[in-house]
């Protein structure tokens, strides 16, 4: 869907960024931020990749308050060549691919309201600047991030936008990644949520198995609810070589004569880290049939 096809919503340019409008943040939703900035900088130490910490320094997140999308902009724009512009929410996905392909993250400027504290459907900006923006001060991951948004736009020609976005749901909102003989947090949707910074590592329910890029672009995901699966990479260099090809069209024909894997699916070929019980996700279907 070409952005033109698509009116921007009212107020927002024909690329749907607004102005962020810093001034017009309460002292509540600062005060919110605050608290889930504070939550998980008690949690993640020793459970993120060292890089995530290192890049929340560098922008100096660490500030209170809601972050002003300018200051961060010109530190990242130092650092890596990325600037983060606000979005009024979820932008259709040809507009979100060519902000990433021009080093710009597009991140919600509202706040979650205080009874959301633990679970919201749309990205909002503690899910945006603080989940996703710190690794933007990474080179590798920046490059990374650039090279999924000129995919994307491959991707689009080609109609394989959902073999693209569980690439980025896999790894950029859910992934792990080794250090020695540990797994480490470092995707945002994780990172940001303080249940499932727990859950992704320590609960046995859930499958961690190796990246695999073809196999990872056949397996379903959830959007309501913890991963069931979770993929591990062994560094962000390893991630950047494995997605560098340019052209995906062979692997996307390969795909085309395979099926799909449910999110729980471990498969004698995969490098297994956790073979889960599931026994969360059997426990919530039981509920929800109750
Ligand atoms: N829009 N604002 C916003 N944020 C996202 O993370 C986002 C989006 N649009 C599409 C999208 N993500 C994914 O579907 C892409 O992987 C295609
Ligand atoms: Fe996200």
């Known amino acids: 869907m070409a952005h033109h096809d698509l009116p921007a919503p009212e107020g927002a340019a024909m690329d749907w960024t607004v102005p962020q409008d810093w001034a017009a943040y309460s002292a509540d939703e600062h005060a919110l931020w605050d608290r889930l900035f504070a939550r998980q900088s008690a949690l993640l130490p020793g459970r993120v990749a060292p890089e995530f910490l290192e890049g929340l320094d560098i922008l100096r997140m660490t500030k209170p308050g809601i972050p002003d999308f300018a200051e961060l902009s010109d530190r990242l724009m130092r650092r890596t060549g990325w600037q983060v512009v606000a979005v009024p929410g979820l932008v259709p996905d040809r507009v979100f691919f060519d902000h990433l392909a021009n080093r710009r993250f597009v991140a919600g400027r509202f706040i979650r309201r205080p009874d959301q504290i633990d679970y919201l459907e749309e990205p909002d900006v503690f899910h945006d600047v603080f989940g996703h923006v710190p690794l933007l001060a990474n080179p590798v991951f920046a490059d990374y991030m650039q090279a999924y948004g000129q995919g994307g736009l491959r991707a689009d020609a080609l109609g394989a936008i959902d073999r693209l976005a569980r690439l980025y749901w896999y790894t950029v909102e ?117």
């Open 174 to 290: 859910f992934g792990l990644i080794r250090q020695g003989d540990d797994l480490k947090l470092y995707g945002a949707g994780i990172v940001s949520s303080h249940g499932e910074s727990i859950f992704a590592l320590d609960d046995p329910s859930p499958n961690r198995l190796g990246f695999d890029l073809k196999r990872l672009m056949r397996t379903r995901y959830r959007i309501d609810d913890y991963q069931q699966s979770y993929f591990v990479i062994d560094s962000f260099d390893d991630l950047l070589r494995a997605t560098s090809e340019p052209d995906f069209a062979p692997l996307y024909a390969q795909l085309e004569g395979l099926a799909d894997l449910d999110t729980d699916t471990v498969l004698s070929t995969d490098r297994v880290f956790t073979h889960g019980t599931q026994a969360y996700a059997n426990r919530k279907k039981e509920e929800e049939l109750q």
